[in-house]
């Protein structure tokens, strides 16, 4: 297991700010050398603590730019319900995001779609055909003043 001091944890908080700052740059901004900035760097990702890289796209210019968060209650709590469900949001490409979660409510879901039709669409077609399901509830995001992932 690779070791978290506070070097890797600076480490990490840069890459998680730009996951394409060149090692060069990334070893200025951790006061390291550059190959030994890049020896951690590729042992954070040999370890699993870097777990891969990705592009944060602009889901307005991508047609996706209408986003809800949803509640779903199902029928029964069987193991074998939650595995169909998940199975099922598994494959549904609006579903960005599924939760199991404590509380109320057995999932949180993040969906997101290119507008009220579409979402109409997937809440009808999608999660209305799931047979597990037992309850619904959206709340339709109308701005994000703080969103980490972007």
């Known amino acids: 297991m ?9 480490i990490l908080r840069e890459l998680e700010r730009d996951g394409r700052v060149s090692n060069a740059e990334l070893a200025e901004r951790v006061n390291l050398s550059a190959s030994a900035c890049l020896r951690r760097v590729h ?3 040999r370890s699993g603590v870097i777990a891969g890289y990705r592009a944060v ?3 307005e210019a991508t047609g ?11 029928s029964r709590h069987t193991k074998k ?3 169909a469900f998940e199975r099922a949001m598994a494959i549904a490409p609006q579903v960005r995001e599924c939760h199991n979660i404590t509380g ?10 290119e507008n009220l039709v579409a979402y109409k669409q997937f809440h009808t077609e999608v999660l209305g055909t799931v047979p597990e399901v037992n309850s619904i509830t959206s709340y339709i995001v109308m701005g994000s003043p703080k969103d980490e992932r972007s």
């Open 43 to 45: 042992e954070l990702e």
């Open 57 to 59: 796209l602009n889901r």
């Open 104 to 113: 109320v409510w057995e999932y949180l879901l993040r969906v997101e779609v």
């Open 81 to 83: 319900d939650q595995l």
């Open 2 to 10: 690779t070791k978290i001091d506070d070097i890797n944890r600076r």
């Open 64 to 74: 996706g730019g209408f986003v809800a968060y949803v509640t779903v209650g199902l």
